[in-house]
């Protein structure tokens, strides 16, 4: 694992037990997981501003061909 770093969190219970439920991991994993989500939607965000700006030098159909 990359370089690690111990916090300490208040978090709602409700809210933990939810997100434990649905990854149905344990405290660590949960945090984990949503920090992921978090930063994954970021660079989501970033991706889409770039929709209809970048222009590709092969096309779609060729791409297709390949498979």
């Keep these: 694992m990359p370089d690690?770093?111990?916090?300490?969190l208040e978090i709602p219970e409700d809210l933990l037990r939810k997100a434990q439920q649905s990854t149905g991991e344990g405290v660590t994993?949960?945090?984990?997981?949503?920090?992921?989500l978090l930063a994954a939607s970021t660079a989501y965000?970033?991706?889409?501003?770039?929709?209809?700006?970048?222009?590709?030098?092969i096309k779609l159909k060729e791409l297709r061909k390949d498979q």
Excluded: C, H
Excluded at 45 to 57: C, D, H, I, P, Q
């Design 45 to 57: 965000t970033e991706l889409r501003k770039l929709r209809g700006k970048v222009k590709f030098s």
């Design 4 to 8: 690690s770093r111990k916090i300490t």
């Design 29 to 36: 994993a949960t945090v984990r997981r949503g920090l992921e």
